[in-house]
């Protein structure tokens, strides 16, 4: 099973172009879900819809959460898809499973005061650590991008002057993503002053640590916890809660949800939907505008 497990992981590296936390999560998910029929002395060939049921159910009484629990169920039907499209199995048994119905979550996100209080954080160190983690902080609330997307930007996927990047989503999808003038004046001061001093190795990544190396994504989350607290902001966080404000916020002031869409690269409008649920303020506009009753 784990060579088959193997071919699989290799076909949507390179032929579905996952992103590798999606790739990774997958990896988990399928080598749990093998564990799981070795015990029953069961391989691919003779599982049945009732040992998925009966592994979702296992993973449920650990706690998972709802949306573990779908991408187990999705990793689970992709390799079943797949076996039987290359011939290792004759059917796939699991159309006969539905996918799990979820709850939509909102995503917390930070108020504009709250914004303000955080991007002021690093510049209290006055030190070269603060003037990186400044523009760090503002080119994440200026263009609402993952953290991994951040992680990754380089030099040459930032215009200055136009006050653009083009970075690289899932998928592996570019789009282009403008900034104003407050993220680019910390950019400018980041990159006169400090990146010239941190670039040891000749590396073309924006941001850099002090050794030289890129800023990793488990490197930024900690970074923006630290500036959380000492905002003195209580709120629970996740590394995309600059992302969630960013949306949140564009559309309180009415902009189009196409456009949100298209700048925080989701691939589905309803995705970039669950916004619209926190900024109520946009949907009472549009009620008014739009109900026959809605002004009166």
């Given amino acids: ?10 076909y949507i590296s390179l032929e579905r172009g996952l992103s590798k936390n999606t790739f990774l999560a997958y990896k988990m998910d399928l080598e749990k879900y093998s564990s799981f029929l070795k015990k029953k002395g069961k391989t691919f060939s003779d599982v049945e819809p009732d040992d998925i049921t009966n592994f979702l159910w296992q993973e449920k009484e650990k706690k998972k959460a709802a949306t573990s629990l779908a991408r187990n169920l999705a990793a689970i039907k992709s390799l079943h898809r797949f076996l039987v499209s290359y011939g290792f199995l004759k059917e796939d048994i699991t159309n006969l499973i539905g996918s799990p119905k979820l709850g939509r979550k909102l995503p917390r996100v930070l108020d504009i005061a709250e914004v303000d209080a955080l991007l002021v954080q690093p510049t209290k160190q006055r030190s070269w650590q603060g003037a990186r983690d400044r523009a760090i902080l503002e080119l994440m609330y200026a263009t609402g991008v993952r953290v991994s997307e951040l992680s990754d930007l380089t030099m040459a996927r930032i215009d ?14 570019e789009r282009i993503v403008p900034f104003g003038r407050k993220a680019a004046e910390a950019i400018r001061r980041y990159l006169k002053i400090v990146r010239p001093k941190l670039n040891k190795k000749n ?19 900690q970074m923006l916890k630290k500036y959380i607290r000492t905002a003195g902001i209580e709120k629970k966080i996740s590394p995309h809660t600059l992302r969630h404000s960013f949306a949140t916020h564009l559309l309180q002031r009415h902009a189009s949800l196409r456009v949100v869409q298209d700048m925080l690269g989701h691939s589905n409008v309803v995705t970039t939907e669950i916004y619209s649920h926190l900024s109520p303020h946009r949907l009472k506009g549009v009620h008014q505008d739009y109900h026959p009753l809605g002004k009166e």
């Fill in 1 to 10: 099973m784990q060579n088959l497990i193997t071919e699989f992981l290799n």
């Fill in 160 to 173: 200055l002057k136009e006050k653009i990047i083009r970075c690289v989503g899932k998928g592996n999808k």
């Fill in 203 to 221: 590396n073309d990544y924006l941001f850099l640590t002090v050794h030289g190396n890129k800023m990793s994504r488990q490197r930024i989350w």
